[in-house]
């Protein structure tokens, strides 16, 4: 039944977003491994769309938040308004108060903006005037972001990064997907009439599921062998952070209910190594966490050199 909804799930996706499925299975693993993702790529590549799509999916709440540079903390998290008639302050909820919530162009924000969404992504919770309000279940956090060296946008601090599981990128589409994309146009005639596949609930099974996939210890310490061998890498200033060593491992057993399994192999660890690891660590020369690429091609270094339990 598990399996079945995260078909019907991808599918669903698949229908409206004509891009790489690689995207789609990523953006399901990391949502079934209870993280965050960040979509970075040119405008116009359908960041947005598949964002949205996922949300469509789901029967659950969804909040969407256009980061501006005038946005301010308040609109994200909500406000204390004062009723006359009760003569007490009543907390109005923001629109981070749903189960999916796309932060559409989060770096377009102003970095005390950015930070405001540190605690719902950390805790699942957020503190209003000292009081503090718990988010729903599921709760994920789909942020997509242009290029840093964009115009207007400001680079992530690296905290923030650090928060989300996974960082994604969507790249140009074939010819025959763009061909689709042109005959169809998905994103203004069937996403708007896209019906939900899969309630709050089954996801939350379905995260209970991740939890409880078996991982044997000799994968474990393949795990810490590759965060070791970044943390001694000359080309990197900044290795991988025991938080990161946690997210490889989450998102290995997510990865391993993705193709029907209960236990993970060393696949599922080296497949997500850059999708979850580029993002945490920084290339020396780099500032703000940058240099993707380089960051990538170090990690890929690393995975030949470190034994894997195969």
């Known amino acids: 039944m598990h399996q079945e909804g995260v078909q019907s799930l991808r599918a669903n996706i698949c229908s409206v977003f004509l891009g790489h499925a690689e995207a789609v299975d990523r953006l399901i693993a990391c949502l079934l491994a209870r993280g965050h ?4 790529d040119v405008p116009g590549v359908g960041k947005t769309v598949l964002a949205s799509a996922l949300a469509r999916s789901i029967d659950c709440a969804f909040g969407r938040i256009s980061l501006t540079p005038d946005l301010l903390p308040a609109d994200i998290l909500g406000v204390s308004v004062y009723r006359r008639e009760v003569e007490r302050f009543e907390f109005k909820r923001g629109p981070i108060f749903a189960s999916i919530v796309l932060a559409d162009e989060i770096n377009r924000a102003t970095p005390r903006t950015q930070t405001a969404m540190l605690e719902a992504m950390s805790e699942g919770a957020v503190t209003v005037d000292g009081i503090t309000h718990a988010l729903p279940a ?4 789909v942020a997509t972001q242009n290029p840093t060296d964009f115009q207007g946008t400001y680079a992530l601090p690296e905290n923030q990064l650090d928060r989300f599981l996974v960082r994604i990128s969507l790249g140009y589409p074939s010819a025959a997907d763009e061909s689709r994309v042109l005959q169809l146009r998905p994103a203004s005639k069937a996403l708007g009439t896209l019906k939900p596949v899969i309630t709050a609930q089954t996801v939350v099974e379905l995260q209970q599921k991740v939890d409880e996939v078996r991982t044997d210890k000799a994968l474990l310490d393949y795990i810490i062998a590759i965060a070791t061998a970044t943390r001694r890498h ?11 060593s946690l997210a490889l491992a989450q998102a290995a057993r997510a990865w391993a209910v993705m193709r029907g399994r209960d236990y993970i192999i060393p696949e599922d660890i080296t497949e997500n190594v850059a999708s979850v690891c580029a993002h945490r660590v920084i290339p020396r020369g780099s500032l703000g966490g940058g240099g993707p690429d380089q960051a990538s091609r170090i990690l890929s270094e690393v995975l030949t050199k470190v034994p894997s339990p195969a």
Do not use: Y
């Open 234 to 244: 000359e080309g990197l200033q900044l290795g991988l952070s025991p938080r990161g």
């Open 37 to 40: 993702c960040l979509i970075e």
């Open 138 to 141: 599921p709760f994920m956090i």
